[in-house]
């Protein structure tokens, strides 16, 4: 390109083209000596850094035309958006050597840089799973009225995943005050991007939605930010979302050991050619604004800082190996529900209701919704009446679709919301899992503490009637499994009132299972003003023979079942765990020594990989030291597809009967004899 070529730099811009210049510059070479870290053997630095070697001008760009609050979401190659945001540069280079000054004390690495505590929500490296979240961050910003503007950024290949069709359908039907900004560098990976799209220009997709597009120079930080400030003004007058594909060169490979061997000389060459700090250097010169020696002076200036800040941060100090364990969950507090101001029964989906209701009363923070939640009042009726008394805003409808939906309640809950969200069936969690274990279930460990994620998913789960093999999953243990969340299974009326209040008024993620075979049983339920902790197992019943362990849907059959062994004569405890993460471990150990080291364990998920082994493993643990002889067994579902034939599945699930049938097996055979079998 010759200098007859370049576009002049207007003479209002040129203070901020010798910033944007020198942001680049910086940024260059901050990537290039983190990059170096890992070109040795050993590396001083292990593990995968993704760079945006030749995109530095979108983030710089993007950020002078934003706001100095506007938010900012960013893949995992958000090194420059991260410095853009304004995160300390030092911190930032000590996250991605893994150092404890690090701004995740080495928690996060490379791709995982998080600071919502600040206008940088954070990195994603689950491709395209920001989306959602930044839907959430602009419902909060509306329901704050702070007036701010968030912006997510993906690459060209993300515009592939349902999770970002999902961002934009719930955007543009909500009018979200969110930017969606496409990098794109022709490369979905090692993929060429052009053989995974049937579009000229990525842009042309958000037309489907409703939403406005522009293709942009991602080379030219001075039409990246005035694109910017354009799409921020549209978001903050209330005109909604907004695309912004940004065209950029891919300077380096994907990653650091990448060496490009599926990548052509000549595309290669012509990313080299469309070089930013090449490029926007030149322009500068040709512009006055400075000279070719004073653009080389500042070059090597930002590569000498970056390179001494660099070493200044491997000698640093190494996370503290006693605090790996910290901040998974926050300290349990002293909650107190206060004094009964009434009692009355409830059928268990209409004291689930009530929860809704007094939450919704008492604090402005919370949010309910999801899909039919809102003007139909939910399919089963749990949040009937709810939009009418407390307005459109805060009860809602959604599209159909899981992941935006928990996505966008992880966002709101990081930024001072406490959405509460229903999806419809438990069956239906896995199409949007991500967001409960790879966003939710981080955010407090990944920050150290500082910003939680305080979101309710209220879902129900059981076997029913007709219910198929896609409606009647018990999914508790793969979710007990994941640290970070909070787990809840309600069996009554009561209970499904104060444990739905526990867990919005706690301070981390918690999935509440409801048992929808339960929701029109009528039951005791104590109105407090205040809520319960979370974790606390409860004693249904009292015995000395056997203990039976249960939760959620098979309590009923479990209390059935001890009724009829009371009959011959055999006194069966009945403990009703409730929460399965936090355990109340004490509960466990009190009844099974109780009831002589006999216990029971009876849940309606199928038995291979079934909670059920993981708390005989933990008694086992627990009493270890004791010298009781334990026997501990379990009942359940056998590993089978659910029939939707009534036949059929009585079949296969426990019941009072076959319950009552296992427990005198174990009482009159013990050990060596009493069976296993469903």
């Given at each position: 390109?010759?200098?007859?070529?370049?576009?002049?730099i207007?003479?209002?811009?040129?203070?901020?083209?010798?910033?944007?210049?020198t942001?680049?510059?910086?940024?260059?070479?901050?990537?290039?000596?983190?990059?170096?870290?890992?070109?040795?053997?050993?590396p001083?630095?292990?593990?995968?850094?993704?760079?945006?070697?030749?995109?530095?001008?979108?983030?710089?760009?993007?950020?002078?035309?934003?706001?100095?609050?506007?938010?900012?979401?960013?893949?995992?190659?958000?090194?420059?958006w991260?410095?853009?945001?304004?995160?300390?540069?030092?911190?930032?280079?000590?996250?991605?050597?893994?150092?404890?000054?690090?701004?995740?004390?080495?928690?996060g690495?490379?791709p995982?840089?998080?600071?919502?505590?600040?206008r940088?929500?954070?990195?994603?490296?689950?491709?395209?799973?920001?989306?959602?979240?930044?839907?959430?961050?602009?419902?909060?910003?509306?329901?704050?009225?702070?007036?701010?503007?968030?912006?997510?950024?993906?690459?060209?290949?993300?515009?592939?995943?349902?999770?970002?069709?999902?961002?934009?359908?719930?955007?543009?039907?909500?009018?979200?005050?969110?930017?969606?900004?496409?990098?794109?560098?022709?490369?979905?990976?090692?993929?060429?991007?052009p053989?995974?799209?049937?579009?000229?220009?990525?842009?042309?997709?958000?037309s489907?939605?409703?939403?406005?597009?522009?293709?942009?120079?991602?080379?030219?930080?001075?039409?990246v930010?005035?694109s910017?400030?354009?799409?921020?003004?549209?978001?903050?007058?209330?005109?909604?979302?907004?695309?912004?594909?940004?065209?950029?060169?891919?300077?380096?490979?994907?990653?650091?050991?990448?060496?490009?061997?599926?990548?052509?000389?000549?595309?290669?060459?012509?990313?080299?050619a469309?070089?930013?700090?090449?490029?926007f250097?030149?322009?500068?010169?040709?512009?006055?604004?400075?000279t070719?020696?004073?653009?080389?002076?500042?070059?090597?200036?930002?590569?000498?800082?970056?390179?001494?800040?660099?070493e200044?941060?491997?000698?640093?100090?190494?996370?503290?190996?006693?605090?790996?364990?910290?901040?998974?969950?926050?300290?349990?507090?002293?909650?107190?529900p206060?004094?009964?101001?009434?009692?009355?029964?409830?059928?268990?989906?209409?004291?689930?209701?009530?929860?809704?209701?007094?939450?919704?009363?008492?604090?402005e923070?919370?949010?309910?919704?999801?899909?039919?939640?809102?003007?139909?009042?939910?399919?089963?009726?749990?949040?009937?009446?709810?939009?009418?008394?407390?307005?459109?805003?805060?009860?809602f409808?959604?599209p159909?679709?899981?992941?935006?939906?928990?996505?966008s309640?992880?966002?709101?809950?990081?930024?001072?919301?406490?959405?509460?969200?229903?999806?419809?069936?438990?069956?239906?969690?896995?199409?949007?899992?991500?967001?409960?274990?790879?966003?939710?279930?981080?955010?407090?460990?990944?920050?150290?503490?500082?910003?939680?994620?305080?979101?309710?998913?209220?879902?129900?789960?059981?076997?029913?009637?007709?219910?198929?093999?896609?409606?009647?999953?018990?999914?508790?243990?793969?979710?007990?499994?994941?640290?970070?969340?909070?787990?809840?299974?309600?069996a009554t009326?009561?209970?499904?009132?104060?444990?739905?209040?526990?867990?919005?008024?706690?301070?981390?993620?918690?999935v509440?299972?409801?048992?929808?075979?339960?929701?029109?049983?009528?039951?005791?339920?104590?109105?407090?003003?205040?809520?319960?902790?979370?974790?606390?197992?409860?004693?249904r019943?009292?015995?000395?023979?056997?203990?039976l362990?249960?939760?959620?849907t098979?309590?009923?059959?479990?209390?059935?079942?001890?009724?009829?062994?009371?009959?011959?004569?055999?006194?069966?405890?009945?403990?009703?765990?409730?929460?399965?993460?936090?355990?109340?471990?004490?509960?466990?150990?009190?009844?099974?020594?109780?009831?002589?080291?006999?216990?029971?364990?009876?849940?309606?998920?199928?038995?291979?990989?079934?909670?059920?082994?993981?708390?005989?493993?933990?008694?086992?643990?627990?009493?270890?030291?004791?010298?009781?002889?334990?026997?501990?067994?379990?009942?359940?579902t056998?590993?089978?597809?659910?029939?939707?034939?009534?036949?059929l599945q009585?079949a296969?699930?426990?019941?009072?009967?076959?319950?009552?049938?296992?427990?005198?097996?174990?009482?009159?055979?013990?050990?060596?004899?009493?069976?296993?079998?469903?």
């Open positions: 390109m010759t200098e007859k070529n370049l576009k002049p207007a003479s209002q811009d040129h203070g901020y083209a010798r910033k944007a210049f942001d680049i510059a910086f940024a260059r070479a901050f990537e290039q000596a983190a990059w170096d870290l890992t070109q040795i053997n050993p001083r630095v292990p593990g995968s850094m993704h760079f945006c070697a030749g995109q530095e001008a979108v983030p710089f760009g993007a950020a002078a035309g934003l706001g100095p609050d506007d938010q900012i979401i960013a893949t995992y190659r958000g090194h420059g991260a410095l853009a945001s304004g995160l300390p540069a030092r911190a930032v280079m000590a996250e991605i050597c893994q150092k404890a000054e690090g701004v995740n004390g080495g928690r690495g490379s995982y840089i998080m600071a919502p505590d600040t940088f929500i954070g990195e994603n490296s689950i491709v395209g799973a920001g989306t959602t979240i930044a839907c959430g961050v602009a419902m909060a910003n509306l329901a704050q009225e702070n007036g701010r503007v968030v912006i997510v950024s993906i690459g060209d290949g993300a515009t592939n995943q349902g999770a970002v069709h999902e961002a934009m359908s719930f955007a543009a039907i909500r009018a979200l005050p969110v930017i969606f900004v496409v990098e794109n560098n022709g490369w979905a990976e090692l993929t060429p991007a053989s995974m799209l049937r579009v000229d220009r990525v842009a042309q997709r958000a489907s939605y409703g939403i406005p597009s522009a293709t942009i120079d991602g080379s030219d930080p001075i039409a930010r005035d910017m400030a354009l799409a921020a003004e549209h978001a903050r007058k209330g005109d909604g979302p907004s695309l912004l594909e940004f065209r950029v060169p891919r300077l380096w490979g994907h990653y650091n050991r990448d060496i490009e061997h599926y990548r052509p000389k000549a595309d290669r060459a012509e990313a080299e469309r070089d930013p700090l090449t490029v250097g030149a322009r500068i010169v040709a512009s006055g604004i400075m070719d020696t004073e653009v080389e002076a500042l070059v090597a200036e930002q590569t000498q800082a970056a390179r001494e800040m660099t200044a941060v491997m000698d640093g100090p190494d996370p503290d190996p006693q605090t790996a364990l910290d901040h998974v969950l926050a300290k349990p507090s002293a909650a107190d206060g004094p009964v101001h009434e009692t009355v029964e409830l059928k268990y989906i209409d004291a689930v209701n009530r929860a809704l209701r007094t939450a919704l009363e008492q604090d923070a919370v949010l309910v919704y999801g899909e039919d939640v809102g003007n139909g009042g939910g399919i089963f009726g749990g949040s009937r009446y709810l939009q009418r008394d407390f307005g459109a805003a805060r009860v409808d959604t159909i679709a899981e992941n935006a939906i928990l996505g309640a992880v966002g709101a809950a990081m930024c001072g919301m406490k959405p509460v969200v229903e999806i419809m069936w438990a069956d239906f969690l896995f199409v949007a899992l991500d967001q409960i274990v790879n966003q939710a279930a981080n955010i407090r460990y990944l920050t150290q503490g500082k910003v939680g994620c305080p979101m309710v998913v209220r879902t129900q789960q059981g076997v029913t009637p007709g219910s198929c093999a896609q409606h009647s999953q018990s999914v508790e243990a793969l979710l007990a499994h994941v640290p970070g969340i909070k787990v809840g299974l309600a009326p009561g209970d499904a009132y104060a444990m739905l209040r526990a867990a919005i008024d706690d301070p981390d993620p918690a509440v299972i409801e048992a929808r075979g339960l929701y029109q049983t009528k039951g005791e339920v104590l109105l407090t003003d205040g809520s319960e902790g979370v974790g606390k197992a409860k004693l019943r009292e015995g000395s023979d056997i203990a362990i249960t939760w959620g098979m309590l009923p059959h479990v209390l059935d079942a001890a009724e009829t062994l009371a009959g011959a004569g055999v006194e069966a405890s009945v403990l009703d765990l409730r929460w399965l993460n936090p355990l109340d471990e004490t509960a466990l150990v009190d009844v099974v020594r109780a009831a002589g080291a006999r216990a029971l364990i009876v849940h309606e998920a199928v038995r291979t990989g079934g909670f059920a082994g993981e708390i005989a493993l933990r008694l086992t643990e627990l009493l270890k030291d004791e010298g009781l002889s334990l026997d501990i067994r379990r009942h359940t056998p590993d089978v597809r659910m029939p939707s034939s009534a036949i009585a296969l699930l426990p019941s009072g009967e076959n319950i009552a049938e296992f427990a005198r097996d174990m009482l009159e055979h013990g050990s060596a004899e009493a069976s296993d079998a469903a």
